[in-house]
């Protein structure tokens, strides 16, 4: 029987493999950093302004579905340590073409994201230093991160190692400081008590619906370091501690900040949305700068996904392309890192942003439209992969169970209702629904790709 701690060396079409080269502090750090994204920072105002201080259990819901999803993904990875993850998961659970499925649509998704991470970032930065282009700014981003994922797995590690130092930092202390202002002890600055939570559902339960649509989507970026691991020192431990700490990590930052922001601001101040929620309880503390501060940090998190994201979708198409699903110069693998498989995610990216400047208004909508609901049909071949690879582990294998999922099978059939409840709250709402149906479309055309391709190998 294989032991615990057998783990797959992926090797490029070449027969060069991909490098060890993360320590357990940069995936300490990944897993910590993947859960702080500038969808916090900046699009958690939106939720607050929909649902008021139900934001708390929007995000307290929401959160408790991303963490039944990353203890079921923790599952699978430690048992299977891949760099294609829950693609490679999902093709050795279901079929090669929900492993083509699920992974071309998460690389188009990461891809995208790279390209709106840098749009959002050069805004900043221009903002600093008016009359600069905001396009130059995204290619500079755009080279720096391309030119560290190209040299060493490393150089992502530390990069990313940094950055989640300085959000986790950030935000510490601005829980920190907002909990000192709630209890009446910070210097300059009066308790607001419960005032501002008196109206705790302004807006009915169509309110609260928006905002737990909002925060579903603000909790992308976990799944990365179900890739990182491939690629560490010791994957299966690693994994593991990651995955057991996300519980916290979750309930802290998400839910701890939006207790403090909702407790601390009035939800219907137009600052929430305008300056961003973080910003808008630093004002009402009167800390100066505050606007500044938050840019910075912003910033930081913004450069932090676009750094995670070429990562990502570069060991993705590199994962598709090791198990045949796609063409063999981007599964070339040099100096341990799989160098054309980054060029061409970076490229993507920023393909993007150019549609941006150029058809902002048709190509580029289609393109946002098309991956709105992404991350929901991954973690649905997740949660199918789990429930079909749990019951083949116990049979063959239940020493690479290290990480277990909590009550299976109930609560992964939960977690499965949940997605299913979602889907049905963005088929009600006019903003998701085309989003809804635009993320169906390009779903169903790679399975019968996927299908396709898959039933031409078997007549080989």
């Known amino acids: 029987m294989p032991s615990s701690t057998t783990q797959e060396t992926p090797t490029g079409t070449d027969g060069v493999s991909l490098s060890h080269g993360l320590k ?18 900046v699009g958690s105002g939106a939720g607050i302004a929909a649902a008021g201080p139900s934001i708390v259990v929007a995000y307290a819901l929401s ?8 203890r079921m993904l923790g599952e699978m990875s430690a048992a299977y340590p891949s760099s294609g993850s829950f693609s490679a998961h999902a093709e050795r ?40 282009p905001e396009w130059a700014w995204v290619a500079l981003f755009m080279l720096v991160f391309c030119g560290t994922n190209l040299a060493a797995v490393k150089n992502f590690g530390e990069f990313e190692f940094w950055f989640a130092a300085l959000k986790v930092a950030a935000i510490t202390l601005f829980l920190v400081l907002g909990v000192l202002a709630i209890l009446g002890v910070l210097p300059g600055t009066d308790s607001p008590g419960a005032s501002n939570l008196t109206d705790f559902l302004p807006n009915g339960g169509e309110g609260l619906v928006i905002g737990l649509l909002a925060s579903v989507f603000a909790y992308g970026g976990l799944e990365t370091v179900t890739i990182a691991a491939a690629e560490s020192e010791n994957p299966v ?9 996300a519980m916290w990590r979750i309930a802290l930052f998400y839910i701890g900040s939006m207790a403090v922001i909702v407790t601390l601001v009035p939800w219907d101040s137009k600052e929430v949305v305008e300056k961003g929620p973080y910003v808008a309880a ?31 979708a570069s060991r993705i198409a590199y994962s598709l392309v090791e198990r045949g699903q796609g063409p063999k110069g981007l599964g070339r693998v040099s100096g341990g890192v799989p160098r054309i498989a980054v060029l061409a995610s970076s490229v993507f990216g920023f393909l993007c942003v150019l549609l941006s400047y150029w058809r902002p208004n048709d190509v580029f909508a289609w393109l946002l439209n098309m991956i709105g609901a992404v991350i929901l049909v991954v973690w649905i071949f997740i949660a199918v992969s789990q429930l079909r690879l749990r019951r ?54 790679l399975a019968a790709v996927g299908y ?6 078997a007549r080989r």
């Not at 083509?100 to 840098?118: I, R, S």
């Not at 431990?237 to 700490?245: D, I, L, Y």
């Not at 396709?452 to 190998?457: C, L, V």
């Open 452 to 457: 396709a391709w898959q039933k031409a190998r």
């Open 24 to 41: 357990q502090r940069h995936l300490s750090m990944i897993a910590l950093g993947g859960v702080i994204g500038a969808g916090l920072f």
């Open 93 to 132: 659970a279901i079929g090669p073409w929900a492993g083509f499925t699920a992974g071309w649509a998460f690389w188009v998704l990461l891809c995208t994201a790279v390209g709106l991470e840098g749009i959002g970032a050069a805004k900043i930065v221009s903002g600093w230093l008016p009359g600069t």
């Open 237 to 245: 431990q690693g994994v593991a501690r990651a995955v057991r700490t």
């Open 392 to 445: 083949r582990l116990e049979r063959e294998a239940p020493g690479k169970l290290v990480v277990r999922m909590w009550a299976f099978p109930w609560l992964t059939w939960l977690a499965l209702a949940g997605m299913a409840a979602v889907f049905v709250l963005m088929a009600r709402e006019p903003d998701t629904r085309v989003q809804l149906y635009s993320t169906g479309g390009m779903t169903l055309a």
């Open 63 to 70: 959160g408790l579905l991303v963490m039944l999803v990353m």
């Open 282 to 312: 630093l004002d009402e503390l009167g800390i100066p700068g505050a606007g500044q501060l938050m840019n910075v940090v912003v910033l930081v998190a913004l450069l932090s996904a676009m750094n995670a994201n070429i990562y990502g």
